[in-house]
Every structure is written in structure tokens, then in C-alpha cells.
Nanobody, 123 residues
Framework: QVQLVESGGGLVQAGGALRLSCAVS????????MGWFRQAPGKEREFVAA????????YYGDSVKGRFTISRGNAKNTVYLQMNNLKPEDTAVYYC????????????????WGQGTQVTVSS
């Protein structure tokens, strides 16, 4: 019903920046709250950021506050994650997520997930 596709990952040196995109498609009645999670090998999935349907409210995990910014495109079918001042510990596969409830997105219980995009930060 809803599909999410991430893009924009890659290899970057510490202190650099990347901008991830998540394109949303499928049957749409309402714009969904969306978010970003990440998972490093052998580690549990970690909340990164979330945004409400209008783009007016944003939320961030403690480890990325002040460095990452989540935003929605004007058409509301694309969500971005601007990642600045990247650190090696940011290395992970980044997943976008969507759900009809913001609380589900923030808690990592979204109904819809993308396939992920790899972000690697070298030192």
C-alpha cells in the first residue's frame, strides 16, 4: 500500500555531510508522519529523527541533535535527512519509516519501512 525508497547514502570523511532522501509512493489518503532510523552491524536499531505530517514538528535522537535535520519536501512525498558534522559512529544503514501515527514512527513500530541506504563515515 505504501512504499518507501531511500537514497543518498555513501562514503564520507568525518566532519563531512550527506543528505538522504526517502521517496514515498502508494495509495494515499493522508500524509503520513515519517522518520529515520539507523542500524549498524551487530547493533540494535536506533531512532534518528521523525517529522509530523505537516513538517512543522520534528524530533531527534540524542546522538544526532544539533547535527541532523529532518524535513519534508513541498509535495510531501519526499522526506530528507540532512546530516552534518558526521562522525564514525554515524556509520550504519539508514532506514526511513512511515505510519499513520507519529507515536508509532517515533517508537520504531512503523508499518512501512524502506530498504535502507548505507552511510559510512571514515576517520
Amino acid at each position: 500500500q505504501v512504499q518507501l525508497v531511500e537514497s543518498g547514502g555513501g562514503l564520507v570523511q568525518a566532519g563531512g555531510a550527506l543528505r538522504l532522501s526517502c521517496a514515498v509512493s502508494g495509495r494515499t489518503i493522508n500524509d503520513y508522519p515519517m522518520g529515520w532510523f539507523r542500524q549498524a552491524p551487530g547493533k540494535e536499531r536506533e531512532f534518528v529523527a521523525a517529522i509530523d505530517w505537516s513538517g512543522s514538528a520534528t524530533y531527534y535522537g540524542d546522538s544526532v541533535k544539533g547535527r541532523f535535520t529532518i524535513s519534508r519536501g513541498n509535495a510531501k512525498n519526499t522526506v530528507y535527512l540532512q546530516m552534518n558534522n558526521l562522525k564514525p559512529e554515524d556509520t550504519a544503514v539508514y532506514y526511513c519509516a512511515a505510519d499513520s501515527r507519529l507515536s508509532q514512527v517515533r517508537s520504531g513500530e512503523s508499518d512501512y519501512w524502506g530498504q535502507g541506504t548505507q552511510v559510512t563515515v571514515s576517520s
